[in-house]
C-alpha cells in the first residue's frame, strides 16, 4: 500500500480544486485547503499502480489550471504541484516509495515540463525539503530538467518519506512576532523538539497568527507533546492556542497515543486517520 501527499500551490478557488480533486478518482482519501497558505493538501492511497496514476491525473489537472505566476500566500512554494512526496504504508517496503518518486519525477519532467529536486530517501544525499526550499536555483541545480519549460508551472520537489504529521496551533491573537518565537522555540535546528519542523505565519481571513509544523519524526516527538509544548509557551507570553487544526491525515497509531484530555482539547478524531479513510470510501474535505 502506497500513500502519496500532493500539496497543490491553490487554496481560494473552489471550481480548480474540485477538477483537481477529481482527477485522482477513487485514490483519494482527503483534501484540505487553506486561503491564507494558498494551499491544498492531498491524501492519496492504493496500490502502487493506482497512486501513480492518480497523481498523473493530479499532475495534468494543476498544470492545466494554476499558475504559479499570478500566485500569492504565506506558504513557501517552487511550484504549482509544489511538493510530491510518497509514503510506504508497509514499513517492510521502503523501496516502493522511492521506486514511485523516481517514476513519478521522470514522467513529471517529461510530460509536464517542470523540474524536479528529489528530496528525502528519493535523494541519493538525503537532502530535506527545508534544504530544497533554501537550495533550489541557487547553489543547488535541478535533478530533471525538461526539454522545454512550461511556463507559470514552476519546479516539483519529489520525495520519499515516512509518514508524518503536519498540524497547525492558531493562537488567540494576531501577534506574529510571538508566533515566530515558538515556532524557533519547537522546531529541531534551531534546538527545539526532535523531529519538528515550524514557521510562524499570519492569517489574514481570520486575523490570526499561526505555528504551522510539521512532525518528521513521530517516534520521537508526537502531536501531543508538541501542541501541549506550543500552548505552554503561548500561556506564558499571555496567549493561548484557539485551534488546534490537522492538514491531511494522521496514522491511528499516533492518535492512540494521545490522551483522552487532548483529543477533547484538540477536537482530533478517528475519522481523520488514514485507516479509517481507507476503510470508509468516500473523501473529507476541510477548510483551513
Known amino acids: 500500500m502506497l500513500e502519496c501527499v500532493p500539496n497543490v500551490s491553490e487554496g481560494r478557488d473552489v471550481a480548480v480544486l474540485d477538477a483537481v ?54 506558504h513557501p512554494r517552487l511550484g504549482a504541484l509544489d511538493v510530491v512526496p510518497f509514503v510506504a504504508l508497509d ?17 513529471a519532467a517529461a510530460e509536464v515540463g517542470a523540474p524536479v529536486f528529489f528530496y528525502g530517501d528519493a535523494d541519493d544525499r538525503l537532502r530535506t525539503l527545508p534544504s530544497v526550499r533554501a537550495t533550489a536555483f541557487r547553489s543547488r541545480q535541478p ?30 491573537r494576531d501577534d506574529l512576532a510571538l508566533a515566530r518565537d515558538i515556532a524557533h522555540a519547537v522546531r529541531e535546528r534551531d534546538g527545539g ?5 515550524a514557521l510562524g505565519l499570519h492569517l489574514a481571513s481570520r486575523s490570526r497568527a499561526q505555528v504551522s509544523m510539521n512532525l518528521v519524526d513521530l517516534s520521537r516527538t508526537g502531536v501531543q507533546v508538541v501542541c501541549e509544548v506550543v500552548r505552554a509557551r503561548a500561556r ?19 492518535l492512540a497515543r494521545c ?14 486517520t488514514i485507516e479509517h479513510r481507507l476503510d470508509h470510501p468516500g473523501v473529507g474535505v476541510s477548510d483551513g
Open 236 to 254: 506564558d507570553a499571555g496567549a493561548d492556542v484557539e485551534r488546534v487544526e490537522l492538514v491531511g491525515l494522521l496514522p491511528a497509531a499516533e
Open 193 to 197: 523538539l526532535p523531529g519538528v519542523r
Open 259 to 272: 490522551s483522552a484530555d487532548f483529543l477533547a482539547w484538540s477536537g482530533l478524531s478517528p475519522t481523520q
Open 21 to 74: 480533486a477529481a482527477a485522482c478518482g477513487a485514490s483519494l482519501l482527503d483534501v484540505h485547503q487553506d486561503p491564507d497558505h494558498h494551499r491544498a493538501v492531498l491524501t492519496l492511497a492504493g496500490t502502487p499502480r493506482d497512486v501513480q496514476d492518480a497523481v498523473r491525473a493530479l499532475a495534468r489537472a494543476v498544470v492545466e489550471r494554476v499558475d504559479l505566476d499570478r500566485h500569492e500566500g504565506v
Open 91 to 107: 514499513s517492510t517496503a521502503p523501496d516502493v516509495a522511492v521506486s514511485a518518486a523516481h517514476r513519478f519525477g521522470e514522467w
Open 143 to 172: 535533478d530533471l530538467t525538461p526539454a522545454r519549460l512550461r511556463p507559470g508551472v514552476g519546479a516539483i520537489a519529489v520525495g520519499a518519506r515516512p509518514v508524518l504529521v503536519a498540524i497547525n496551533c492558531e493562537l488567540d
